[in-house]
Structures are given as structure tokens and as C-alpha cells.
């Protein structure tokens, strides 16, 4: 754990307040200045972690404070699986609290309580009382989105701490992501190393634009390595493990006055209901060269996978898509979750989940 400490004014600031430490093995490890007697307690004042100093061993849970010599020091903090999160709208939109499917905490109808620790890091730049740094976990007592994946976490690991950063930007294609001209590439950045060292990463449903655009396959193919490893050396763990869930279906769109989203934000069916008949909505068939563009860049992610050692993310081949053909139903972002949760289950837990079998990776950290 050596290279947590080259990371530029991280154990300076070690522990930070509202953070959220990601596991390493059965514990986070946060290393502190020599000197002192350090503790860790939970809110119930019940020491959790003691060190005469260097690095403190703290268990899963939260939230904590630190104390020195029995003062207390910074803010509080807590220790559990903390997954990043990337992609473009699909990935975007399970981070909005206002969308109904999504939706926010406290959990809705069928849904578990929050995972315990349940936070969202976010990039806040330029918005009031936004941190120096740029970024601000938002944690239970807020408005809180990402539920109807957390959800989904907590359902298959109950009581198992769980976190979420989002590093992840609408109709941005891979080359958009790695552009330092780009405002989405310093978000990312920004973000990976608010969350360092993150548990893992997940590259959702990318894809999308690049099939618009027809990116050649071979230049997505780099580009998936080079994100990997911007968003690897920002979080400052090369060996952090990365899932990748293929990009979703294209499928014929209706649109409501010219207008795929609007069709979708309105509910529009896609028969022939009475926009249809009046002339304000049309069903538009796939373009058959994006549809082209789109399975190639499908095959260049499975290519990616093998070449880059990305583990799975989940199928999402199934996933129902909205009345615009690209973005997802209710019943899709569930089920986009529910496999996204699972493949996350399978990468971080060493224990297993009922019915799921683990892949090896040759790492000792779970």
C-alpha cells in the first residue's frame, strides 16, 4: 500500500471528512502521520481501530471519527466497496435522483433499505459551496441517486458497505473521454481521484456515440485501453479491477414532433395511438449503418475485454429500451442494474453470491 502515500496530498489529508475509504482485503487502510496515539469510533463513541501511528486498519462501516490522544481530528469517514462508475447517458442517468426511474433514497416500493455507508461521490465543480477539489460525496439524509443500483447491491449483499462515484458523461464517445481539451476527461480525472483507491471500475453501456460516429473498431479498441488507464493511474492503483458491460441495443425510435426524448419523457406508446394518426409522432427504423457501426463496436469491446483483462459487467444484450430506441425503460434501467450488481458482486466479493460463480483473477485483493 506504499503508493497510497505518493499520491499528491493524500496522507496529508488523510482522513478526510465525508469520505469514503474503499476496501483493501477485510479492511480500509489509512495511513497517518507518526506521533500520537490514533483511534477510530463509531457514532456510538466504541473505538473501532487504534494505532500508536503509520497505518490504521479500519473495518468495514461507518460513519467513524478520528481521534489523536483522545481529541477529536477532521470530519466523519467510512470504509466499504466503493465502485466507479463511467460511460455516457445510460451510465449519467443512473446517478439522477430526479428521474423517476431511478429515482432516490429513501429505497422505493420492492426495493431493500440503502446499503450501509450508501454514498454517491459527484463532480460539483463551479456550483455553490462546492469543495475545493471539485468533488462532494452526497450521503443518506440527502438526495441521493443511484438508488435502483445500490438497491440491487444491497439486495444480493445485505449489510456489505457500498459506494458509488460517478465519472460518467452523456454523448461522449471515446475519444471525447481521453481529450484533455475536453471537459468530460478532466470530470473523470477529477472524480477517480476524489474516489482513490476506488474498489473497482465499471465501464457502462459505453458505445453509443462512437456507433453514430462509425469509430473505427481498432481505434475504440486503444481508446478502451487508454481509458483504463487514465482513470487506473488517476485513482492511483494500476492493478484496480474493471468490469465492462458491452454497449446496449439500438432499436427503431418513435418520435413525438420530431423529438425521440421528448416522445420518451411524455410516455409516448409505440403503436398507433392517436399521435400517430394525428401526424405528431413517427416510428423511424434503424439506420442500417448505425446499426452496422454498432456491432462492430460491440466486437471491439469484446476485444478490448480479452486484450486489457476486463472482467464482465453484466448482459445486457435483453435490456428494454425507451420510445427514442436508445435510452433505456424503466424496466431496462432494472434490469441493466440487476445485471451490473451481479457482475459487481462476482469482482469484489470473496465469498460469493448465491448462485454466481467468481472468476480468476491472480489478485489477492478481493
Sequence with gaps: MAWLLLIPGLAAAQPAPNRVY????AAARIPLPAGGAWEARDEAGRIVAATAGGLLLVPPGGWYRLFRDGVPQGGRFAAGRV????G?????????????????????PGDPPAPAVSAVLQSCLGRPACPAEGTRWALPGETLGARVLLA???RLRPG???????????????ADLLDPARPMRGHLVRVAQAAAPASALLILAHGTTDAMRGTPAADYVAGIGALVALLRGAGGDPAMPVLQAPLSPLRDAAGLLGSGRLADWAGLEAGEAWPFRLGLAQRRPLDPATAAHAAAIRDAQAEAARRFGLLPGGDLAGVATGVDGIHWAAEGVRQAAREAASAIVRALDPGGAPGLAFPQTGRTRP
Design 160 to 174: 456489505t458497505p457500498f459506494a458509488l462515484a460517478d465519472a460518467a458523461w452523456g454523448a461522449a464517445g471515446i
Design 83 to 86: 465502485v466507479l462508475v463511467t
Design 88 to 108: 455516457q447517458s445510460q451510465a449519467a442517468g443512473l446517478f439522477d435522483a430526479t428521474s423517476p426511474r431511478v429515482g432516490a433514497h429513501p429505497a422505493g
Design 22 to 25: 474503499a476496501l483493501d482485503g
Design 152 to 154: 440491487e447491491l444491497a
